[in-house]
């Protein structure tokens, strides 16, 4: 109930999120089943469930991407939004969370994937969202309650409220009681649950949790307290008035349960939201949006589906929005609604309009990006902050299959890009290559499979090239002279290079010091162009920095000189100077820090022991209790697949960032291995 007793109704959105594979899809399967959305409950081994439906879900059994479905309960609108609980995908619900109304923390009792947790609550506590713990597989776990929130309680910095306790027949969990009802309730399976009498064991302890539920709630509401402390039992409407005011201040998180495979626990999980859950204009007010009677609406997803084109799923926030709806997204138009679809999954049905508080597909809003903040006013724009994309940790390099396909890629990628924001595409002129920046393996290995089965562009994928570079450690003086004579005008040009190294990070110096006009003036440019185009591929391959060029002397023919003679004879002395002048290989150091449970900080040192990491220092992540940052110097080529490592040391949490810091020589072995390999490319 709300604070005056009423009911808060409406369309409510909901997402659905928590750690990798603690059951969220099953949830959401056991909530539509429930509430009569779908016929029957699907599961994820058969590849039945509404949520998950798309191909790379599938193949992989993981969700790779938020699902929606809209169902209805009691008469009233619920829109559930099933997050991915992977890190890797972690953006989609970053960038839907903003629009919920609040979340449902799907976890279990296990100790491995409490960092997981802790990060997504983080998240939903920054972001100012109401939350419910869900236990998901109760009927498994194989602690004690008690044990169970003091295990899970470090993961939130809002109070774990118990809602309920269970029950017991042996080491069974059957049931439960409900502490705000003062109610025992027995399972049954894919079915309600039925009321039994509360009494003996279970009366004893659902009075001793009631007692520490209401003295919480109390902690914020001095009547309450009062009443505690005379003795006085709250009447019922208080409790619920105070559940929902404190769940939506972010004061508490209430803790419910279940098993979602058998539905159990999930008509209390609905009945919860239904009385306590805020609606779309406590979600507005929270947002600071006020929008009269204009529709506001925020996108959640962005989808490029093969028949209806761009699909843009929104959040109607204000107002009412219909066929032909005008938008306005920052600084530009965002396009004209061409369908209102509800959603079950993937199954979209027509609707003439939606209302503040739905969550629908509108069509065709070309200009409108994830993330954006919709108005159909030009003024006084009220847009929400976006969710940047955390910074990405993995690389791969991709090109079309087919040549003919270039230009679909390029169109694909950036179709990729609008759905999934937290890949970036780079190109690399250099090296040729077109390279997509992730979140990981596996986001990588999806996006690949996007680009050939949604967008129809196979393509191959490959490491990225590193930025290596190489220089000279020896000065050395070099003519390089050009001269042809095929009939008629020849060409000559002749130069003499003063060639020296320069100190790591300079770069290339050219000058002239050419005295009684030996090289003509306006041939020096040539000169300096012609050993710009021979610094491009050194003696072992790879551009060539950190040397000074000093042109000293030359000689020219009146007839036959030229630009492209000069040009030539740069090129030239260069080429010949350079294997004289002891060249060496530069890899790329990048300063990375590295964010970690500080359990798994030592094994961050191992880590670098293996990479030729040189670690600088270990700090306490602020703000974050057991968290380390662990500050080290890496070569660029070991990056490459170090997340992976770090991911399977922290349980799936752990990440970093990296920028470039200096060049370092790199000899040995390791350098040989990679001339020889650079060699080996450019004659195949």
């Not at 300063?591 to 030729?612: D, F, H, W, Y």
């Amino acid at each position: 109930m709300a604070q005056n007793g009423t009911r808060v109704a409406g369309p409510r959105c909901v997402a659905l999120v928590g750690p990798f594979q603690s059951g969220k899809t099953t949830l959401l399967e056991a909530i539509l089943a429930r509430t009569g959305a779908i016929g029957r409950q699907g599961s994820i081994d058969a590849g039945t469930t509404v949520g998950d439906a798309s191909k790379e879900a599938r193949d992989h059994r993981m969700s790779v991407e938020l699902s929606v479905a809209t169902t209805t309960f009691m008469d009233d609108t619920y829109t559930f939004i099933d997050c991915p609980g992977s890190v890797e995908f972690v953006h989609d619900m970053r960038a839907a969370l903003p629009a919920v109304d609040a979340a449902v923390v799907v976890c279990e009792l296990d100790e491995k994937k409490v960092p997981q947790l802790q990060l997504i609550l983080r998240e939903l506590e920054e972001q100012k969202i109401p939350r419910f713990l869900f236990l998901n597989k109760i009927d498994k776990a194989d602690i004690t309650l008690h044990d169970a929130l003091a295990l899970l309680q470090p993961a939130s910095r809002s109070k774990l409220l118990l809602r309920q306790i269970p029950t017991f027949n042996g080491e069974i969990v059957t049931g439960f009681v409900d502490l705000a009802l003062e109610r025992a309730f027995v399972y049954k399976e894919h079915a309600p649950s039925q009321v039994v009498p509360l009494e003996g064991d279970a009366a004893d302890a659902g009075k001793t949790a009631r007692f520490s539920m209401l003295e919480t709630l109390a902690d914020h509401d001095d009547e309450l307290m009062e009443q505690l402390l005379g003795d006085i039992q709250p009447p019922a409407d208080k409790v619920f008035d105070d559940l929902a005011k404190e769940l939506r201040d972010g004061l508490v998180c209430p803790v419910l349960m279940g098993a979602a495979t058998r539905t159990n626990g999930v008509l209390r999980l609905m009945k919860a939201l239904r009385h306590e859950a805020p609606n779309v204009a406590t979600t507005a007010k929270r947002l600071g949006l006020k929008g009269g009677n204009e529709p506001i609406a925020y996108v959640i997803k962005t989808l490029h589906t093969s028949h209806g084109g761009k699909m843009s799923i929104a959040r109607v926030l204000n107002g009412q929005v219909g066929d032909s709806t005008t938008f306005q997204a920052p600084e530009r138009e965002a396009g004209r609604v061409a369908g209102v679809f509800k959603l079950v999954g993937q199954n979209h049905e027509k609707r003439a309009s939606a209302q503040a508080g739905e969550t629908v597909a509108l069509g065709k809003l070309d200009h409108a990006n994830t993330g954006d903040t919709l108005t159909a006013a030009k003024q006084a724009y009220p847009a929400l902050p976006k969710a940047p994309p955390y910074p990405p940790v993995l690389a791969m390099a991709v090109s079309a299959k087919e040549r003919k396909d270039d230009v679909k890629l390029g169109q694909a990628l950036a179709k990729l890009l609008e759905e999934d924001p937290s890949i970036s595409v780079v190109h690399n002129p250099e090296a040729h290559e077109v390279v997509l920046w992730g979140q990981g393996e596996m986001h990588l290995r999806v996006a690949a499979e996007r680009l050939n089965d949604r967008f129809s562009v196979p393509v191959v994928s490959r490491k990225p090239t590193v930025g290596y570079r190489e220089t000279i450690k020896k000065p050395i003086v070099q003519r390089g002279r050009h001269k042809k004579q095929s009939g008629g005008h020849g060409q000559f040009g002749d130069v003499v290079l003063d060639i020296k190294p320069l100190p790591r990070g300079s770069g290339f110096t050219f000058v002239e010091e050419i005295k009684g006009g030996v090289v003509p003036r306006n041939y020096i440019p040539s000169v300096e162009e012609g050993v710009i185009d021979a610094l491009k591929h050194g003696p072992l391959g790879f551009q060539v920095v950190d040397l000074a060029v000093k042109l000293i002397d030359g000689s020219y023919h009146t007839v036959d000189s030229s630009d492209m003679a000069f040009r030539t004879a740069g090129r030239i002395g260069i080429t010949e100077g350079l294997p004289q002048c002891a060249p060496v290989l530069l890899e790329p150091i990048h300063q990375v820090e590295i964010v970690c449970p500080s359990e798994a900080t030592a094994k961050m040192n191992a880590l670098m022991s293996g990479r030729r990491g040189q670690i600088l220092g270990f700090d306490t992540r602020e703000g974050w209790s057991g968290w380390d940052i662990v500050k080290v110097q890496m070569p660029e080529s070991e990056i490459g697949d170090f997340i992976i490592e770090v991911r399977s040391a922290t349980a799936g949490v752990g990440t970093f960032t990296f920028k470039f810091d200096h060049m370092a020589e790199l000899t040995g072995r390791t350098a040989e291995q990679i001339v020889a390999a650079r060699k080996a490319a450019a004659a195949a």
